[in-house]
């Protein structure tokens, strides 16, 4: 063998799959066939068609139109307010070309004064019929004069097994959750006034994943007679609504569906759980590996339940109230916890809150404190932050400071030195000062920051963190001189940090 070329398609194809979109696309300019080969091939699952409609004057649609690349995965963005029906329709024949090859499809609809165009369901049920995973994305414009009966052409998908609709199809009258996706495995339905018991019931024995965001009280009532078998994960978000009032979830309802779902591994529930209710999960449900829950009085009880979950890795809680700890109720450690996000949570006594989650949760690896100010108050969020750094948390590898009402002090950054495995830190926009009086991090490899940031601040972190291999910034900057840099730089949307940590 004289060069690398010389290795089969194939060889080639399994040494490609295991680059980075980046490196992909560098290697694809290499030759035309290093070009044909990562292009072509439709197990190149990380090779996704984006279209989006803010570019379509730029687009080279003959391109596409001609390529010979066969894509398993594609996005479709409406973000122009130009859009109307006839580049719908233009878009979904370009998708069209793919349809032999395409298993993944997303479309995202982020117009705010338009509802979303249903003919887009309607052409994709048709021409695509052998997709197996579709999502779209909605903002849910209130106020628009929508047909309820647009669905009623919808055709059959046998192949689609995940699906996420938004409640502009969910409630649309012509539109039936069991005949568009008879095989469905897992649903991701977002719904108002329309409820579709009747349909999850009749999926009832192949579901593995649920998650339900419905905007009308006293409404999960009805879910608990449906007791899936085969329900592996499930997330149930109450949208717009007091979490107080109703109560969803009573003892003697959820009893019967959770023995009924005994290879449970993933449960968020956006409701008030009682603590009564949480100790039948955990009686029901031993295999659970993440848990999300919400408006919770006694977070150090919740604690003490959890300790029987001998498989728990995640958990989530979101506006929880510890009290001030009494050494005189001992707290089993819990033995497989390692990340563990806190939102909105009130630590009454901070300044011992972190040293007995340190010994509660030995083997913490990732922390997240969301919204950890409850007030603008810069001595409390100072306090908390010096309580968090003299825990001293041992096992510590990623830090996630998100909080919109107070600063990252400058002169605490040094401070990040006393975990001594951290290597992943997220901050918020307010997080950053350009000024840090000598800091220096060396452990951190990864920072990401909610907001854009300049050359000099750049300069700056990378002296703070020498070590840096990879930098997140929500915002691109054009006076950046990314040739200069040591580490990797990538630019992401903005977007909130709570609604990516707790899905499913």
Known sequence: MRNINDLPVEVLENIFIFLPFRQLKLASIVCSLWHRTIFSRANLQNVVLVLMTHKIVNLPITKIETSERSYRSARLIFDNLEVDRQLVLYFLKILQKFSNSLERLEVSWKIYDKPLDLIILEEISKSIPQLKQLTVFDQETSGCDIDPNELLGIAPMKFLEKVRLPRIVMDASGFNLVQFAPNVKNINVVFGKKH????????????????IKTETTANFGHFW???PPKLQKLRLIRHHCDLVEPNDVEVDSVRAFFLFCPVLTVLKLDLRVPLEVLQVIVDSCPQLESLLLCSIDGGWQVLSILSNLKYLQNLSMIAATFHPYESTKLISPLPALRHLTLCASDFLDVSQFFVQLNLTVPILSTLQLIHYSQICDEE?????????????MPMLKKLV??????????????????????????LTSKGLSPHFESALVPGVRRLAVDAPINQFLLRSLLEVFPSLTRLDVCEECDCLDEQSLRCELNFCEKRSLLEDRVQL
Do not use: M, Y
């Open 380 to 392: 409390l969020n100072i306090r908390t932050l010096e309580s968090l750094f003299l825990s001293k």
């Open 196 to 211: 579709p018991w009747d349909a999850i019931g009749a999926l009832r024995e192949q579901l593995v994943t649920v998650c």
């Open 401 to 426: 400071l998100f909080d919109f009402c107070c600063v990252f002090p400058s002169h605490l950054v040094n401070q990040l030195n006393l975990f001594p495995r951290l290597n992943e830190l997220w």
């Open 225 to 227: 007679s449906i007791k």
